[in-house]
C-alpha cells in the first residue's frame, strides 16, 4: 500500500488537516465561533490547515479546500465500494474502521487483503485505523497483522492503545519496543491525547505537564514520544513527494470522548475548547516532525 504522495520531488512532509468532527457541537464560547461554508475553510487556512478530512460521503462543500476520507470496511467487499466511491469523489486517502474486533484470524486476512487490493485496483491510499472495536483494536493483533501484510499502511490513533490498553501499566518502553511494526508502518495520524483512564483530555501547551496530569503519567510526554515514532517510522519509508497527514479528531460529548462537568447552573459543559485545542495540536504535531527529521540528519 502506498503513502499519500503529491507527485513533487520534495523530500517526505508533514501536513496538518483538521477532521470535520472537530468542529462538532463546540461550545458557543469557542473560539471557532459560528462559522460554515467559506469563511470557515478560509479561517481554517488562516490558522494553518492545509486540508480537512470529510466524515461523510456526501460531495465535497463548495470551496472546500485539500480534502480526505474516512469510512469503515464491514465485510470484504465494503472495501471494493468505498474506494471507487472516494476515488470518484476526489479524495487523496481515505482512513477506514475495519472490521469488530471479533473476527478469527482467517477473517481478518480476508478484510486486510481485500483493503489492499482495493487500495491498489482503484490507486487509493488507504490507511487501517488502530481503533476500538476493529481488527486493530489491540498491539498484538495489529502487529500480527504488520507482519503479516508487510505492505499495510496504518491510520495511528494511539488514544485507543494508551487508554483502552492503559500503555503505562508494565512498563511503557516495553510496549512501544514491541509497536515497532505499527510506528514502521504510519501513513496518517489522527490527533487526539488519552490518559490511561480517559481517551480524550485536554493539555495546555506543547510542552508543559497538563494540569489535568495529576497523576504518575505524562500523558503529553507519552503521545509526544509516540507520535515521534510514527513519524520516524513515515520518514525512514517514504521517498520524494510522500506526504504524512496529521489530523485533530478531538470529538465531542455526544461521543462520550469530550468530558462534560456541570457549571453552575447545573448544565452540562465541555471541560475545553476543542477547536482551540486542534490549534495546540498542530503546533505540538509541527514540532514532533522536526524533531524526527533532526533525528534523522543525526544518524
Given at each position: ?13 508533514l ?17 471557532w465561533?459560528e ?8 479561517r481554517?487556512?488562516?490558522?494553518g490547515f ?24 464491514s ?6 465500494e ?29 478484510l ?16 487501517i485505523?488502530?481503533?476500538?472495536a476493529?481488527?486493530?483494536q ?21 488514544s ?5 490498553q492503559e ?15 505499527i ?7 489522527h ?5 490511561p ?16 496530569a495529576?497523576?504518575?503519567?505524562d500523558?503529553l ?29 478531538i470529538?465531542?460529548g ?8 456541570p ?21 505540538l ?15
Open positions: 500500500m502506498k503513502f499519500l504522495n503529491d507527485g513533487s520531488t520534495d523530500p517526505p512532509k501536513s496538518v488537516y483538521l477532521n470535520m468532527e472537530n468542529l462538532e457541537g463546540l461550545p458557543e464560547w469557542s473560539a465561533g462559522r460554515v461554508g467559506k469563511p470557515c475553510f478560509e481554517l487556512a488562516a490558522d492545509e486540508g480537512v478530512q470529510l466524515t461523510n460521503r456526501d460531495a465535497p462543500p463548495a470551496d472546500c479546500p485539500s480534502f480526505c476520507g474516512l469510512d469503515r470496511i465485510v470484504p467487499t465494503d472495501a471494493f468505498i474506494a471507487e466511491l472516494h476515488k470518484q469523489r476526489g479524495d487523496s486517502c481515505i482512513t477506514v474502521h475495519v472490521g469488530w474486533g471479533i473476527e478469527d484470524d482467517a477473517e481478518t486476512d480476508r486486510i487483503e481485500a483493503t489492499l487490493a482495493a487500495s491498489s485496483q482503484f490507486s487509493l491510499p488507504i490507511f485505523e488502530t481503533h476500538r476493529t481488527v486493530t489491540d498491539m498484538w493483533r495489529t502487529v500480527q497483522i504488520a507482519k503479516r501484510f508487510p505492505e499495510v499502511r496504518f491510520n495511528g490513533d494511539f485507543h492503545y494508551y487508554c483502552g500503555m503505562v501499566y508494565g512498563g511503557m518502553d516495553m510496549k512501544l519496543a514491541f509497536m515497532e511494526p510506528f514502521s508502518r504510519i501513513g496518517f495520524l490527533g487526539r491525547i488519552a490518559s483512564g480517559n481517551m480524550q483530555v485536554p493539555i495546555n501547551g506543547i510542552v508543559q505537564r497538563p494540569l489535568q495529576h497523576g504518575e503519567a500523558y510526554a507519552h503521545f509526544r514520544q509516540m507520535w515521534k515514532l510514527a513519524m520516524l517510522g513515515f520518514l525512514r519509508a517514504a521517498g520524494p513527494g510522500d506526504v504524512l497527514i496529521f489530523a485533530p479528531e470529538l465531542s455526544q461521543y462520550y470522548y469530550a468530558r462534560l462537568f457549571d453552575e447552573g447545573g448544565d452540562l459543559v465541555e471541560e475545553s475548547d476543542r477547536y482551540a485545542q486542534a490549534l495546540i495540536y498542530r503546533e504535531a509541527l514540532a514532533c516532525f522536526a524533531e524526527a527529521k533532526r533525528d534523522m540528519a543525526s544518524t
